[in-house]
């Protein structure tokens, strides 16, 4: 559905004589063809002032305010005055002073066609439809003074829509009534709004009117702070104007205990990353290769050995349980430090011993003992 009703950033001043007052601060809305809108409020927030403006009846001090695509801030006078008398029905929460006390509820209903030019049997019969849609029809020759305050707002309510208008204005509709005789009223402006197919703006600090809401608009302090609509449940959203300005609900800020000012919100820190942990099953760093040393003889160190595992490794032959043990990386070799012939050392060098069966079957000394050995016997001879 088009926008019927687009209004940016209204604002209206009033000069009194304590000085200016803002009753509008930039609001913003839009109402589609065919919808139904409750404007609900605070008394003194700026409702009344912004029906004026779309019944124009008052002029906006700056902003613009587009009714079917016209910019009622600049129409002329006369133009004005047309879009009152056709395109617009009004409603008073004063009531009376529309009703004329010498006229009867049926030719009040149809005064309004009369003006148009419908002919006089077919006005009084469509002022009769009407009556009846609202319950009336019995009391269409009674005048004013002879209907409660209820019917009397009933009858005005069928005035106002009785030359079909495309868009409908109620200004407090049910200020001055019962919360019984509020109800109908509410029914009938909701039942002939949707018969006619009408844009119907409604304003009221009555809950009860957004029973026949399609959405619900919250105005506080001259601005939207609130939507909700019939699709979502009734569910109140809060509405972000343009540069990111919102109105919190009172009773939001009551539970938040928010007075006049509200304190930021602490910066949450992003935890650092820890180092990743190694996989079991990923292989553990050995330590950095050495060379051992032996009478200018270098030999490469052994690689480090593989990873932990918990497959049984197979125990050794009998054969290299007896071979002589290879020296540690970094260690001196058992090797003889001197030739055998001339090792002052060699009754107690077990190096130096002669190989027999005997000797290769015992099992070889330690690379320890061996190494701190021949350490021994270096130190104890040295040659002249």
């Not at 009753?23 to 919808?35: D, F, I, N, P």
């Not at 030719?107 to 319950?135: F, K, N, S, W, Y």
């Amino acid at each position: 559905m088009s926008e019927v009703i687009e209004i940016r950033d209204l604002f209206r001043i009033h000069s009194t004589e304590e000085g200016d007052a803002a009753a509008l601060q930039g609001l913003s809305l839009t109402v589609r063809e065919g919808e139904i809108v409750v404007v609900l409020g605070p008394s003194g927030s700026g409702k009344t002032t912004l029906l004026r403006i779309l019944a124009g009846l008052d002029r906006p001090s700056a902003g613009t305010v587009r009714v079917f695509g016209a910019d009622l801030g600049k129409l002329p006078r006369r133009e004005l005055a047309s879009y009152r008398s056709r395109t617009l029905g009004y409603a008073d929460q004063h009531y009376s002073r529309a009703l004329e006390p010498e006229l009867t509820a049926r030719q009040l209903v149809a005064l309004q066609l009369a003006l148009t030019g419908m002919p006089r049997e077919e006005r009084l019969r469509h002022a009769d439809d009407l009556l009846e849609r609202v319950g009336l029809r019995a009391k269409r020759d009674a005048r004013p003074h002879q209907l409660s305050g209820g019917e009397q707002q009933r009858v005005a309510v069928c005035a106002a829509l009785a030359h079909r208008p495309r868009v409908f204005l109620a200004d407090e509709p049910t200020g001055e009534l019962d919360s019984a005789n509020a109800a109908l009223v509410y029914e009938a402006i909701g039942h002939l709004a949707r018969v006619h197919r009408c844009t119907t703006v409604v304003v009221s600090h009555d809950p009860e009117s957004a029973e026949i809401a399609d959405r619900v608009v919250r105005i506080r302090d001259g601005r939207v702070s609130g939507e909700s609509t019939r699709d979502a449940g009734r569910d109140e959203a809060i509405v972000v104007g343009r540069g990111g300005w919102l109105r919190v609900p009172e009773e939001l800020l009551r539970r938040a205990g928010i007075g006049e000012r509200a304190p930021p919100a602490p910066r949450r820190r992003s935890p650092s990353p820890s180092p990743p942990r190694p996989s079991p099953s990923a292989p553990l760093p050995g330590p950095p290769p050495r060379c051992a040393r032996s009478r200018g003889r270098t030999v490469a160190a052994r690689p480090p050995s593989p990873p932990f595992t918990t497959s049984t490794r197979p125990s050794p032959p009998a054969a290299s349980r007896s071979s002589p043990a290879r020296p540690a990386p970094g260690r001196r070799r058992s090797s003889p430090c001197w030739p055998r012939s001339t090792c002052p050392t060699r009754a107690r060098c077990s190096s130096s011993a002669p190989t027999s069966a005997a000797s290769t079957a015992a099992p070889a000394p330690s690379s320890a003992a061996t190494t701190s050995h021949s350490s021994a016997s270096s130190r104890a001879w040295s040659p002249s």
